[in-house]
């Protein structure tokens, strides 16, 4: 198969990366930002296509990375140029954290051409993309998901099929809604345990064999009490991905009082400037002092 991406941002140029590792063509990658486009096609001896559909056109099966509902919409219905103008027998896998309805339109839009797509979220990190560990979440139909197994697995340490359109978004969903009220909450407890003039180091290592242990204790302790927040994961993302998991409550007239407040500190480190920051640096808004003094370190 020739293989296209749309999104060759942190994510997206390490899967690209990944798959020429693994001996696979690809032809041709695109993004708003064309610089990030005409790098990452010279490194990898490919097209950087200046229209979408000169990606459909060059390729079998196309990776979509892209930022939000909007962009995702965009990309496949925008007028005049999009990824389904002749795309017939074209595969699409849609890696994006979105909303789960517009998974459904673009598989609906995607069978109107006459192609497939498949939802494959990703819930894992820039390094685990470019070892091929990702963690992939993936929806619709299951044909569609068999057939591409393979070329998914090269990407993959773990997958789930969970099934129709629009589920594995739930899930990714979920996901990132529990690891950002964990990140706010390992936050809260350093901050304290700092103000209370206890060794940070030590409290880590008691956290991770307690019940205070989580995933995000792993990759994000140490960062938030040595002021390190290289982006890995943004804040900004966090906000939006909270607020995807909020609509979904929303609309069952469910209540969630800690997404709710995660994501206020989220929405507030954008406000702040502080949106590019990795996750983690929502430490910076908890740690007493350090606050006021947020420019100098982050």
Same mark, same amino acid.
């Given at each position: ?13 390490? $899967? ?92 609906? *839009? ?14 894992? #990190? ?7 560990? %990702? ?25 789930? *099929? ?14 990132? $809604?529990? $690891? ?21 180091? $030590? ?13 995000? %204790? ?15 994961? #943004? ?22 009082? %800690? ?14 400037? %502080? ?24």
């Amino acid at each position: 198969m020739n293989i296209g991406f749309v999104g060759v941002g942190r994510m997206g140029a390490n $899967m690209a990366r990944r798959l020429k590792d693994c001996g696979r063509c690809v032809t041709a990658v695109y993004d708003t930002k064309r610089k990030a486009a005409t790098d990452l096609a010279a490194e990898l001896g490919c097209a950087a296509a200046q229209d979408l559909s000169e990606v459909t056109a060059e390729s079998d099966m196309i990776f979509t990375i892209v930022t939000d509902d909007n962009a995702m919409r965009q990309i496949f219905s925008g007028a005049g140029d999009n990824l389904l103008v002749n795309a017939r027998g074209k595969l699409f896998v849609n890696c994006a954290t979105i909303s789960p309805q517009v998974h459904v339109d673009v598989e609906n *839009f995607a069978r109107q051409a006459g192609a497939e797509s498949l939802e494959a979220c990703m819930a894992s #990190s820039i390094t685990e993309a470019r070892e091929g560990k %990702l963690y992939l979440i993936c929806g619709g139909d299951e044909k569609t998901f068999r057939k591409i197994e393979p070329i998914l697995k090269e990407l993959a340490a773990q997958i789930r *099929f969970v099934g129709k359109a629009g589920e594995a978004a739930k899930v990714k969903a979920l996901v990132n $809604m529990v $690891m950002n009220i964990n990140t706010a909450g390992l936050a809260e407890g350093l901050a304290l345990g700092a103000a209370l003039g206890l060794d940070l180091t $030590m409290l880590r290592e008691v956290f991770c064999q307690t019940g205070a242990n989580s995933r995000v %204790l792993e990759t994000d302790g140490e960062d938030m009490q040595n002021r390190e927040h290289s982006c890995f994961f #943004s804040a900004a993302h966090a906000a939006k991905d909270s607020g995807i998991a909020l609509e979904l409550a929303r609309n069952l007239g469910l209540d969630l009082p %800690l997404a709710r407040a995660t994501k206020e500190q989220y929405d507030r480190m954008i406000g702040e400037g %502080l949106g590019e920051l990795d996750k983690s640096g929502i430490a910076e808004l908890t740690f007493k002092d350090r606050h006021k003094h947020s420019g100098d370190r982050v």
